[in-house]
Structures are given as structure tokens and as C-alpha cells.
């Protein structure tokens, strides 16, 4: 039987109401930043019909009931200002990586563990307590929230819906992701593909992933036209430093390749580290070219902080 990936930390769940009182402060970020869903959700919902009065726009006249009722009557419309939203979560084999610490633990501490310092924390755990404060953040703003879950193929998906259970439900499968060696590689473009399709109205859609795939960028940009795009790149310190061992070999979990690298050599140590920043920029030029908002979150880093100043830069920017 596989086991969790959370289960060195306290399950997401039994954390849930702890998550509660950080997302309090994200779910007002999350509310008052200036995306377009937030303002717009699927643009007017037809709200009913009334009689024309003077000064009434004729391109609202409703010609259907006007011929039946043998008088003038004019649609009309709310505007909906529901916030929907998405999560993609990445869940590959390259999510298994990284060895961040996160001092000043909300909870006082890992069990096992001194106060205020956690065990390390990989990127799959980063991006699913990331997804489990949005996912919280969204229910406190009675959000409509939904997700879909990919390695080498999709895992699992489901439409957003409002709700405690569907909030508990999500928790539940963020808590018990599971590695799995028979499905190497990411499906990242076709996840985005697959978002694009099961989305109805404009959401807020949340990609959280390493990004290590490739064919993403078009889905991607297809996605941000209808939708508000944000892409989380879960960083590890490893992108940039390497522990200085000597030769070892290095295996790519998800496509098989062995590499002896020279890991106390200066000059591999500035190339490793040039070569993470320039893919690092890279990633965040292209984001934006095809239409998103990138933000970078390290397995070091506590999830709710780095969301709070990116709602509020956008809050900022109206």
C-alpha cells in the first residue's frame, strides 16, 4: 500500500481548523484583489422581465413577450459577482523534491519535532497546503471552488461547488496524494486543456506545479483568455544550491536518465545556479506573455504570507 505523502506532517484535516484561522486573512485578500471574476464571474444573468418605460434602452426589448403580452417589455439583468475557483495541482514524480524548513511553524511545531521549527518540506506538500488555504479561503467567501489532479495522467477532478462538504472533500484528497512509479512524467498541458473545458464561467484558476513539463504554454494561454490565470511555480533551495558531496549520481525519477555530477566543483556550482535563475525568469516572462500572473512560492516559505502580498499587490494595482 502507497503511502501519503503528508504523513510527515499532521494530516491537512485534523489541521483544518487551524488552516481556518489563517485563510480568515486570505479569504479578505482573495476577495479584494482586482481580477476580473471577482467582478464579473460569467458577466449578467438574465433576472427576469418588466414593462418598458420611457428612457429604456430598446436593445433590451424582449420581442417574444412584447408580441404575446401586445405591449412593451424589456430584459433585465444582475450582474454576478460570484468568485469561482480552480485549482490545477501538479502531483508528478519532480513534486516529491525538496528539502525546505519553515521556522516560526504556525502550530508551534511539527510532532516529534522543537517549536518552531518543521521537518522538510517538499514541494507536493507546499503546493497542498497552499490548495488547502484556498480551498478554505474560498468556502469563507461562500466561493465555488473546484480541482483537478495530475502526474502522468489525470487523477482526479470535479466542477466547483460551494460548500463545507465539497471544501472537506477536497482536504481529504490533497491529505492522501499518493506517488505512484508507473505514471512518469506531467500531463500539465493536458490538465490546463481539461480545466478550459469543465469551467462554465470565468474563475479564478490556481496552477500550482514545478512547471518541469513541456506543451503547457498553449492550454495555458487558451485558459487565461476566458479565465484569471495564477500560476504558483513551487521552488525548492536545490534549483539554485547544491550541498557541495563530491561526483554523485543524480536520477531523474520521472524520465529515467543517470547523471554523475560534480557537485564540489565551483564551476558547476555557478552554472547550476545561473541556469535555475535564468529558467526561474524565464518561466515568469513566458507566464506572462501567454496571459497569467506568476508567482513563485519555495518549499522555505509559509504558503498564506506569499498569497496575502500577492492579493494585495493586486489590490494595489486597480
Known sequence: MAVPLLSSRESLVRRASLLRITANSLAESMHNGSFRSLYRGHGIEFDGVREYLAGDDIRTIDWNVTARMDRPFVKQFEEERELSVF????????????????????????????????????????????????????????????????????????????????????????????????????????????????????????????????????????????????AVCIIDEQDEQLGKMGTLPFYDVESGLLRCLPTSSAEFQNAWRTAGRQRLELWKNTCKKRGGYPVVISTADRPDQVLNRFFSSRELSV
Open 87 to 230: 485549482l490545477v495541482l501538479d502531483c508528478s514524480l519532480s513534486m516529491c523534491t525538496g528539502r525546505g524548513r519553515r521556522n516560526g511553524a504556525r502550530d508551534g511545531g511539527s510532532r516529534g519535532t522543537p517549536s518552531g521549527l518543521e521537518p522538510p518540506c517538499t514541494r507536493i506538500e507546499t503546493a497542498a497546503e497552499t490548495a488547502a488555504l484556498l480551498t478554505l479561503a474560498s468556502e469563507q467567501n461562500a466561493s465555488p471552488v473546484g480541482a483537478v489532479f495530475f502526474d502522468g495522467q489525470i487523477r482526479f477532478s470535479c466542477a466547483p461547488k460551494r460548500g463545507r462538504d465539497q471544501a472537506m472533500l477536497l482536504l481529504s484528497k490533497f491529505d492522501s496524494l499518493e506517488p505512484d512509479g508507473g505514471t512518469e512524467g506531467s500531463v500539465l498541458g493536458t490538465a490546463l486543456a481539461g480545466a478550459g473545458k469543465l469551467l462554465r464561467r470565468r474563475s479564478l484558476v490556481f496552477v500550482l506545479s514545478d512547471f518541469r513539463s513541456t506543451g503547457w504554454e498553449r492550454p495555458f494561454a487558451m485558459l487565461a483568455v476566458k479565465h484569471d490565470v495564477v
